[in-house]
């Protein structure tokens, strides 16, 4: 497998560029109170430059690569998501740490970005498996990925401490590339039905 780099990509209805503070003004106003509800980011309380620098850092000190989702229409950032947990050896890696502004949320867009990050995952990464996780009361999330054909493979218990010092249970997703073809085909016309 490739390592992921901070690279544009671009479809119909989004474009992924590596996040920048250039986004800064654009997500402000894409973000409101509570769309950070399920994320590690609610210690940042909205404070999207801490947000940029934050996911920064983590670029440069981990295998992340964030970016910013821009609304191919309005020229918008609109919402961000990252690769991570890149497991090179084995040929795999996380897609997370994505979040849309409610406005563009059940508009295709998600869905739209998950195809950019899946194709360049499968095609020019070369992974075998891309994976998906997140806190397993986030019902919306889980729905989302079940919508893309991601397969459910369990709950970690209690595995992580929230910033509120409760503990999460973590849910697991995955897709395979022997699954990747049929799932794909499903989720571009997914992204078809929501979009026209």
Not at 59 to 86: E, H, L, Q
Not at 104 to 120: F, I, M, P, V, Y
Not at 138 to 147: D, F, I, K
Not at 173 to 178: A, D, E, P, V
Request: glycine share 8%.
């Amino acid at each position: 497998m490739h390592i992921p780099q901070p690279i544009t990509i671009e479809g119909p209805i989004v474009r992924l560029e590596p996040l920048s503070m250039d986004h800064l003004a654009d997500l402000e106003l894409a973000f409101q109170p509570g769309t950070w509800q399920w994320s590690f980011y609610r210690f940042l309380e909205g404070d999207m430059a801490g947000y940029i620098e934050h996911s920064l850092k983590m670029c440069r000190d981990t295998s992340r690569v964030a970016f910013a989702v821009i609304d191919i229409a309005s020229g918008k950032a609109i919402g961000g998501t990252s690769y991570m947990n890149v497991q090179a050896h084995d040929d795999s890696v996380e897609i997370g740490y994505t979040w849309f502004g409610p406005q563009w949320q059940r508009t295709g867009r998600n869905r739209a970005s998950k195809l950019l990050l899946l194709d360049h995952a499968f095609d020019d990464l070369e992974v075998n498996r891309v994976e998906f996780m997140g806190d397993a009361d986030n019902t919306p999330s889980r729905n989302a990925l079940e919508g893309i054909g991601a397969t459910f493979e369990g709950i970690i218990r209690e595995n992580r401490r929230r910033t509120d010092g409760s503990y999460r249970s973590t849910f697991y997703y995955s897709i395979i590339r022997s699954e990747w073809p049929a799932v794909r085909a499903r989720l571009v016309e997914s992204i078809r039905e929501v979009t026209g």
